[in-house]
């Protein structure tokens, strides 16, 4: 089992920064995907960034939606088993729940309870 935490959502104003926090335990040894989804009001849940292959790779490759490229950065600090998510030059339109998501190698997925993101113009 994994458990999964955020922390860091709030409220800021266009153009402003938040960095968001995920710290994970439990058998975090088996983690191999570790990243970022959203879920904006009456959208489906999307993914924003994510480090994949991190069993396989000791650096993993690293992918984001094409909508936060140039302004959204994930990090990991694999001593705390915690994945951060620094975001800049925040729109409108990033305003939603972000959710910390885990995945073994054997495709098991585990999510956190949310932080809000609000953005406002």
């Known amino acids: 089992q994994v458990q999964l935490v955020e922390s860091g959502g709030g409220l800021v104003q266009a153009g402003g920064s938040l960095r968001l926090s995920c710290a994970a335990s439990g058998s975090t040894y088996s983690l191999n995907t570790i990243g970022w989804y959203r879920q904006a009001p009456g959208k489906q849940r999307e993914l924003v960034a994510i480090v994949r292959d991190i069993r396989i790779r000791r650096i993993g490759s690293t992918n984001y939606a094409d909508s936060v490229k140039g302004r959204f950065t994930i990090s990991r600090e694999n001593a705390k088993n915690t994945v951060f998510l620094q975001m800049n030059s925040l729109k409108s339109e990033d305003t939603a729940v972000y959710y910390c998501?885990?995945?073994?190698?054997?495709?098991?997925?585990?999510w956190g309870q949310g932080t809000q993101v609000t953005v406002s113009s």
């Open positions: 998501f885990a995945e073994t190698l054997l495709a098991q997925s585990y």
